[in-house]
């Protein structure tokens, strides 16, 4: 039973396309993140969500919008697609002191 | 501006022997500091962690050690096997659970040969 979970696992999608990658945790965390990891391997947080606060990496486009239905869900929701937004996108999720949980991975390749 | 950096794009060692990953960071202010492992098309996985007032963590095979006057620590893998064989992440935080401010290094990318 996986314990962070996104979809879909590939997306491959045009220039200027609006598209969502979803994510569910059902490890009862607390606060859940969206990671990207770019073509430099870097892997950097772009938001981290509880129920109390929103923190957005100030780097990151107003076009990335995250989204959070329930406790146990972070969407990511992205407009306007760009060639630069190709990257793959972790969901992870943590709870107190624990090391985040991370999803699979969703491969982003913007056409 | 790399605030946690793994100089070693990758490292090869024999089954059995030690593999030693090592992770410098530059922020003072960091005071934990994870390790994760990546396997291909699946996430991170957290590893180890240690704390700063601390200078050496162990579970099973890993060891983790901190030199904070040198701003350096290092996973330690005795001994190593076939299945370790994935990208290792160093991670740093400014305090325990600090998830929110999580800033990784490039990553290290093991091989163990059998």
């Known amino acids: 039973d996986t314990a962070v979970s996104q979809t879909p696992k590939y997306l491959v999608t045009q220039m200027g396309n609006d598209k969502s990658i979803k994510c569910e945790q059902n490890?009862?965390?607390?606060?859940m993140y969206w990671y990207k990891q770019d073509s430099k391997k870097f892997l950097k947080i772009m938001f981290s969500?509880?129920?109390?606060?929103?923190?957005i990496n100030e780097t990151v486009p107003n076009r990335f919008s995250p989204k959070s239905p329930d406790k146990a869900h972070l969407n990511l929701h992205i407009n306007s697609l760009e060639l630069g937004d190709s990257a793959v996108y972790f969901c992870a999720s943590s709870q107190g002191i624990t090391g985040a949980f991370f999803g699979q991975g969703t491969r982003l390749t913007v056409v | 501006d790399q605030q946690v950096k793994q100089n070693s794009p990758s490292l090869s060692v024999q089954e059995g022997r030690i593999s030693i990953l090592n992770c410098d960071y530059t922020n003072s202010m960091f005071d934990y500091f994870l390790w994760y492992k990546k396997y291909p098309a699946e996430g991170p996985t957290f590893l180890i962690s240690i704390s700063s007032i601390k200078d050496k963590n162990e579970d099973g095979r890993f060891t983790v050690f901190l030199n904070k006057s040198a701003k350096h620590l290092s996973l330690h893998i005795v001994p190593s096997q076939p299945g370790d064989s994935a990208v290792y992440f160093c991670?740093?935080?400014?305090?325990?659970?600090?998830?929110?401010?999580?800033?990784f290094g490039k990553g290290t990318k093991l091989t163990v040969n059998p």
């Open positions: 969500y509880n129920n109390k606060e929103l923190i």
């Open positions: 490890l009862g965390h607390d606060t």
């Open positions: 991670a740093a935080t400014p305090f325990p659970g600090g998830s929110e401010k999580l800033v």
